[in-house]
Nanobody
Framework: QVQLVESGGGLVQAAGSLRLSCAAS????????MGWYRQAPGKQRELVAR??????NYADSVKGRFTISRDNAKNTVYLQMNSLKPEDTAVYYC?????????WGQGTQVTVSS
Protein backbone atom coordinates (compact mmCIF):
# COMPACT_ATOMS: atom_id res chain seq x y z
CA GLN A 1 0.00 0.00 0.00
CA VAL A 2 0.96 3.61 -0.52
CA GLN A 3 0.29 6.40 1.94
CA LEU A 4 0.32 10.11 1.21
CA VAL A 5 0.59 12.61 4.04
CA GLU A 6 -0.12 16.23 3.21
CA SER A 7 0.71 19.30 5.25
CA GLY A 8 0.93 23.05 4.92
CA GLY A 9 -2.62 24.18 4.31
CA GLY A 10 -4.28 26.93 6.27
CA LEU A 11 -5.75 30.41 6.22
CA VAL A 12 -3.88 33.22 4.50
CA GLN A 13 -4.70 36.71 3.30
CA ALA A 14 -4.83 37.52 -0.38
CA ALA A 15 -1.38 38.10 -1.89
CA GLY A 16 0.13 35.83 0.75
CA SER A 17 1.99 32.57 0.34
CA LEU A 18 1.70 28.98 1.47
CA ARG A 19 3.77 25.89 0.86
CA LEU A 20 2.14 22.48 0.66
CA SER A 21 4.06 19.25 1.18
CA CYS A 22 3.11 15.68 0.42
CA ALA A 23 5.24 12.78 1.58
CA ALA A 24 4.71 9.34 0.08
CA SER A 25 5.55 6.10 1.85
CA UNK A 26 4.89 2.41 1.44
CA UNK A 27 5.27 0.18 -1.59
CA UNK A 28 6.67 2.70 -4.03
CA UNK A 29 8.42 0.92 -6.86
CA UNK A 30 8.39 3.45 -9.63
CA UNK A 31 6.83 6.89 -9.43
CA UNK A 32 5.51 8.00 -12.78
CA UNK A 33 4.07 11.32 -11.66
CA MET A 34 3.24 13.43 -8.63
CA GLY A 35 1.03 16.42 -8.46
CA TRP A 36 -1.66 18.53 -6.86
CA TYR A 37 -5.34 18.87 -7.62
CA ARG A 38 -7.91 21.04 -5.91
CA GLN A 39 -11.63 21.08 -5.40
CA ALA A 40 -13.62 24.13 -4.47
CA PRO A 41 -17.17 23.86 -3.06
CA GLY A 42 -19.63 23.03 -5.80
CA LYS A 43 -16.91 22.51 -8.39
CA GLN A 44 -15.16 19.53 -9.91
CA ARG A 45 -11.67 18.52 -8.88
CA GLU A 46 -9.14 20.17 -11.18
CA LEU A 47 -5.45 19.85 -11.90
CA VAL A 48 -3.27 22.49 -10.28
CA ALA A 49 0.22 21.23 -11.10
CA ARG A 50 1.86 17.98 -12.06
CA UNK A 51 5.44 16.81 -12.35
CA UNK A 52 6.53 13.75 -14.30
CA UNK A 53 10.19 13.14 -14.87
CA UNK A 54 11.56 16.53 -15.80
CA UNK A 55 8.27 17.86 -17.12
CA UNK A 56 5.92 20.14 -15.20
CA ASN A 57 2.39 21.17 -16.11
CA TYR A 58 0.31 23.92 -14.54
CA ALA A 59 -3.25 25.06 -14.75
CA ASP A 60 -3.44 28.37 -16.59
CA SER A 61 -4.95 29.99 -13.51
CA VAL A 62 -1.83 29.35 -11.40
CA LYS A 63 0.98 29.82 -13.93
CA GLY A 64 3.54 32.30 -12.70
CA ARG A 65 2.25 32.08 -9.13
CA PHE A 66 2.61 28.43 -8.12
CA THR A 67 5.69 26.23 -8.38
CA ILE A 68 5.75 22.45 -8.06
CA SER A 69 8.92 20.65 -7.06
CA ARG A 70 9.93 17.18 -5.99
CA ASP A 71 12.51 15.64 -3.70
CA ASN A 72 13.12 12.17 -5.10
CA ALA A 73 15.16 11.03 -2.12
CA LYS A 74 12.26 11.80 0.22
CA ASN A 75 9.45 10.83 -2.18
CA THR A 76 8.00 14.23 -1.42
CA VAL A 77 6.30 16.76 -3.66
CA TYR A 78 5.89 20.43 -2.81
CA LEU A 79 3.64 23.20 -4.04
CA GLN A 80 4.84 26.73 -3.40
CA MET A 81 1.89 29.05 -3.75
CA ASN A 82 2.55 32.78 -4.04
CA SER A 83 0.29 35.74 -4.74
CA LEU A 84 -2.68 33.77 -3.50
CA LYS A 85 -6.16 34.89 -4.50
CA PRO A 86 -9.54 34.20 -2.89
CA GLU A 87 -10.40 32.03 -5.89
CA ASP A 88 -7.55 29.69 -4.90
CA THR A 89 -9.63 28.65 -1.89
CA ALA A 90 -10.18 24.90 -2.09
CA VAL A 91 -9.24 21.54 -0.68
CA TYR A 92 -5.90 20.60 -2.21
CA TYR A 93 -5.19 16.93 -2.88
CA CYS A 94 -1.84 15.33 -3.46
CA UNK A 95 -1.70 12.78 -6.27
CA UNK A 96 0.82 10.04 -6.94
CA UNK A 97 1.01 7.65 -9.86
CA UNK A 98 2.95 4.45 -9.21
CA UNK A 99 3.21 2.36 -12.37
CA UNK A 100 -0.45 2.48 -13.46
CA UNK A 101 -2.15 3.17 -10.13
CA UNK A 102 -3.17 6.60 -8.89
CA UNK A 103 -3.17 7.36 -5.18
CA TRP A 104 -4.70 10.38 -3.45
CA GLY A 105 -3.98 12.16 -0.22
CA GLN A 106 -6.67 13.04 2.27
CA GLY A 107 -6.71 16.68 1.24
CA THR A 108 -5.67 19.87 2.98
CA GLN A 109 -7.78 23.01 3.17
CA VAL A 110 -6.43 26.26 1.76
CA THR A 111 -8.48 29.36 2.49
CA VAL A 112 -7.54 32.74 1.07
CA SER A 113 -9.31 35.73 2.58
CA SER A 114 -9.82 38.96 0.70
Amino acid sequence: QVQLVESGGGLVQAAGSLRLSCAASGRISSINAMGWYRQAPGKQRELVARISGGTTNYADSVKGRFTISRDNAKNTVYLQMNSLKPEDTAVYYCMLVVVATTYWGQGTQVTVSS
